[in-house]
């Protein structure tokens, strides 16, 4: 039974106050807390993080909502952390529908050090896992191959470039909606600059880079469109583990070991040998895929006229 006596009020007004969603408080909805985040399985990892599915529940009631939290495997300080800083700013800047969501970041209590990122969680994974095996026709591959264009141009419309477009760096929404993730190797490309040089750390996924990346390290608009002629094929060989493309094109090479590989894989591409035409892949689209591994940058298509192209096979 509730009085209405100045000190019951009072202290309603601090309840409301120190509620988790009370009226007076000014929610940053982008503050995780470490204490309401409770792990329900790992998603996946690449070289540099790793990604758990949690539940966020504030309000400790089962009415919370399923995040996909990434962190780095190991923080090693310094210049990592800066890059997973900047990975973190990268992705809160970006809004479209085939580029995963930015929800917000869990701040280490002590030392304010940001350690996790929040995203939506995308049921389905990564489109490699949910490729492999599954039937899927050419008509759902292209619509995908069609949204990962439309996130891509978005992403150049920021002036930046991606650097790790591949299967494994797409993650499924269902059945008809793909969206990009990953952006832990993106740069920012300046308005009066048309490439950006990166030195190798020996991490590469270097069976995905165009043939100027390898030689010179040079990044650009279209370095991402020839690993977007990459990805193009492992979505029209649904991943299968023996026409990947570290696999075909390692057996392209012969016997080129270690360093030599990459000495070796310029040859190759630049003697314009280029992965096979996956089976079933009709003709105008593997003709798309040549047409990204142009060796010449600028001979390439651009996302926009993908976009068209792909659309133009799909009616
Ligand atoms: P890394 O930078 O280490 O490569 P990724 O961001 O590519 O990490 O994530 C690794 C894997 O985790 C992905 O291939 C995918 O399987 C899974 N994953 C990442 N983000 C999500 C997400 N938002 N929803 C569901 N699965 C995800
Ligand atoms: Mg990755």
């Known amino acids: 039974e509730l009085s209405n006596s ?17 009226p007076f408080t000014i929610l940053d909805q982008s503050v995780f807390h470490k204490r309401y985040l409770r792990k329900m399985r790992d998603l996946g990892e690449g070289h540099f993080g790793k990604v758990t599915l949690c ?44 580029i995963v969501k930015y929800k917000g970041c869990c701040t280490e209590l002590a030392g304010g050090k940001v350690v996790q990122l929040i995203m939506e969680f995308l049921p ?11 039937k899927i026709g050419v008509p759902q591959c292209l619509l995908f ?26 993650l499924v929404e269902n059945d008809n909606l793909v969206k990009i993730g990953d952006f832990g190797l993106t740069k920012h490309i300046p308005e009066e600059k048309e490439y950006y040089r990166v030195r190798d750390d020996g991490e ?39 026409m990947n493309p570290p696999k075909k094109l390692t057996e392209m090479l012969g016997n080129a070991h ?28 593997y003709m798309l895929m040549k047409q990204c591994w142009n060796v010449e940058p600028g001979q390439r298509p651009s996302f926009k006229s993908l976009i068209e192209s792909i659309a133009t096979i799909r009616q």
């Open 6 to 22: 100045p000190s019951t009020m009072l202290w309603v007004i601090i309840a409301l106050n120190f509620a988790p969603s009370g």
């Open 204 to 242: 590469s996924p270097v069976f995905w880079y165009a043939v100027e990346c390898l030689r010179e390290s040079k990044f650009s608009f279209s370095s991402d469109v020839w690993s977007f002629g990459v990805t193009l094929y492992e979505i029209l060989t649904r991943c299968d583990p023996a």
């Open 258 to 285: 270690g360093q030599m590989v990459v000495t070796a894989l310029i040859s190759l591409l630049e003697r314009r040998k280029t992965l096979p035409c996956p089976k079933d892949c009709p003709h105008e689209v």
């Open 55 to 98: 539940m966020y529940d504030p309000n400790n009631d089962g009415t919370g909502e399923h995040v996909a939290v990434k962190a780095l495997k190991h923080d090693g300080g310094g210049n990592q952390h800066e890059c997973w800083l900047k990975e973190i700013d990268i992705l809160k800047s970006l809004y479209h529908a085939n």
């Open 145 to 170: 191959a069609g949204q990962i264009c439309q996130g891509m141009e978005y992403l150049q419309s920021k002036r930046y470039i991606h650097r790790d477009l591949a299967a494994r760096n797409v």
């Open 124 to 134: 389905l994974g990564s489109l490699k896992e949910y490729i492999i095996g599954c």
